[in-house]
């Protein structure tokens, strides 16, 4: 099946600092999601892309499906971003996610 | 308009016993999955389900787990006979409808088995 990769595993941020996470997926994929999980263990979605840049507040996220990678910016860090960020994409006819292993960031005031 | 609901938040059972976690999916949707986040692993997928009928059960454990989402009321994952390893996050998500469509969670039952 497809295999997805994430990284850095752990990140470490003083707040105001920006980040780059990545997502590496091995096969072509019709979409992809970004998911922030936070220290309650809630699943927030955060971007729902297929390709292209979209942009939410601080955080933007760009995937390029052809080259099999996606990328999350988060600028100006706080201490609320901090928990656990997971990419998934969707996998044979019924578009089960696969998700990734997840980055832990952990942004210190 | 209401997210997708699971309850309870969580619930502790004993070895032995049966273990019901129930899924109300967004308004409008009618495409249910189920994922499971054992400690220190990612989350894996368990069931898909639409109204009356459970359409990709591939993940699901072969023993003591089902699912099923009748056409009236929640979506539920029944695990009888709980043992320890069974101690998870269960995430139920929804979709307007199958396909590449974007999928959004619910905030999980955590099962915690003594």
């Known amino acids: 099946g497809i295999q997805v990769e994430q990284s850095p595993p752990d990140l470490i941020l003083q707040e105001g600092a920006n980040s780059t996470l990545r997502c590496n997926f091995s096969?072509?994929?019709?979409?992809l999601q970004w998911f922030h999980q936070n220290p309650w263990g809630q699943l927030i979605n955060l971007f729902y892309?297929?390709?292209g840049t979209k942009q939410n507040g601080r955080l933007s996220a760009t995937t390029v499906a052809t080259e099999r990678y996606s990328l999350l910016y988060i600028s100006s860090s706080q201490t609320t971003d901090s928990g656990v960020y997971f990419c998934?994409?969707?996998?044979?006819?019924?578009?089960?996610?696969?998700f990734g292993k997840g980055i832990t960031l952990s942004v210190r005031p | 308009n209401a997210g997708v609901m699971q309850n309870p938040r969580h619930l502790v059972r004993r070895r032995g016993q049966e273990a019901r976690l129930r899924c109300s999916p967004m308004?409008?949707?009618?495409?249910v999955y189920w994922y499971r986040q054992l400690p220190e692993e990612g989350l894996k997928f368990m069931v898909y389900?639409?109204?009356?009928?459970?359409?990709?059960e591939s993940g699901m454990p072969k023993e003591r787990f089902s699912a099923e989402f009748p056409k009236e009321g929640p979506s539920i994952l029944r695990i009888q006979q709980v043992v320890r390893g069974d101690s998870a996050a269960y995430f139920c998500?929804?979709?307007?409808?199958?396909?590449?469509?974007?999928?959004?969670f619910g905030p999980g039952t955590r099962l915690t088995v003594l």
């Open positions: 998934a994409v969707p996998t044979g006819a019924n578009s089960k996610l696969t």
């Open positions: 389900l639409q109204k009356e009928n459970i359409i990709d």
């Open positions: 998500a929804s979709s307007r409808a199958g396909g590449p469509h974007e999928q959004f």
């Open positions: 892309i297929p390709s």
């Open positions: 096969d072509s994929v019709n979409n």
């Open positions: 308004k409008g949707h009618s495409h």
